[in-house]
């Protein structure tokens, strides 16, 4: 199975700070990589789709990157309202596994 | 607003079985396959299932390969979940998922439900 990687667990920004999550595979997956926002008590949201595309809805401040084995997802300014956990998933190959998610909180 | 809306969790006995439903609504549910995928503390997210968009094909996690059964009913907007011989190692919350391809499967999730827990406890 393709181990997905992120770091760090827990991410702590200010208001208005850029902020980089980070998301690696235990083997190369091309582009074939997703993002997801989960708030507490609900259920997880689509943000970043082949890498870089961002979901239709999602805010313009999110941004991934990234290929092979080696992923970011960037929050540009970060808001009150990004508070959540951030999976990536692999969906290069069966089975299609998730990261263990990062937690972001505000400072 | 588009919208799935899971039940059928709860309590049940190591062995025993439960039938999970997902009810979808707002969009055209039988152009989408529609995954399930679980979540624990302790072992994150987990992807279990997936079935296409017309029912025709099936694909599972080795761990629920033999023991878990997903179907749809295109008429009624509903997935389903059969899910039998449970274990202590289910416990988790159940989400189903739409996949964004139409008559392809493309592996990632654009729309989720809000879940409903299975316990599995003697």
């Known amino acids: ?107 | 607003q588009m919208q799935l809306v899971e039940s059928g969790g709860g309590v049940v006995q190591p062995g025993k079985s439960l039938r999970l439903s997902c009810v979808a609504s707002g969009f055209t549910f039988s152009d989408y396959g529609i995954h399930w995928v679980r979540q624990t503390p302790d072992k994150g997210l987990e992807w279990v299932a997936v079935i296409s968009y017309d029912g025709r094909n099936e694909f599972y996690a080795d761990s629920a390969k033999g023991r878990f059964t997903i179907s749809r009913d295109n008429s009624k907007n509903t997935l389903y979940l059969q899910m039998n011989s449970l274990r202590l190692e289910d416990t988790a919350v159940y989400y189903c998922a739409r996949d964004p391809a139409g008559t392809t499967i493309y592996w990632y999730f654009d729309l989720w439900g809000r879940g409903t827990l299975v316990t599995v406890s003697s």
């Open chain 1, 1 to 107: 199975d393709i181990q997905m990687t992120q770091s760090p667990p827990t991410l702590s920004g200010s208001v208005g700070d850029r902020v980089t999550i980070t998301c690696r595979a235990s083997q190369s997956i091309g582009s074939w990589l997703a993002w997801y926002q989960q708030k507490p008590g609900n259920a997880p949201k689509f943000l970043i789709y082949k890498a870089s595309s961002l979901a239709t809805g999602a805010p313009s401040r999110f941004t991934g990157s990234g290929s092979g084995t080696e992923f970011t997802l960037t929050i540009s300014s970060l808001q009150p309202d990004d508070i959540a956990t951030y999976y990536c998933q692999q969906y290069d190959k069966y089975p299609y596994t998730f990261g263990q998610g990062t937690k972001l909180e505000i400072k």
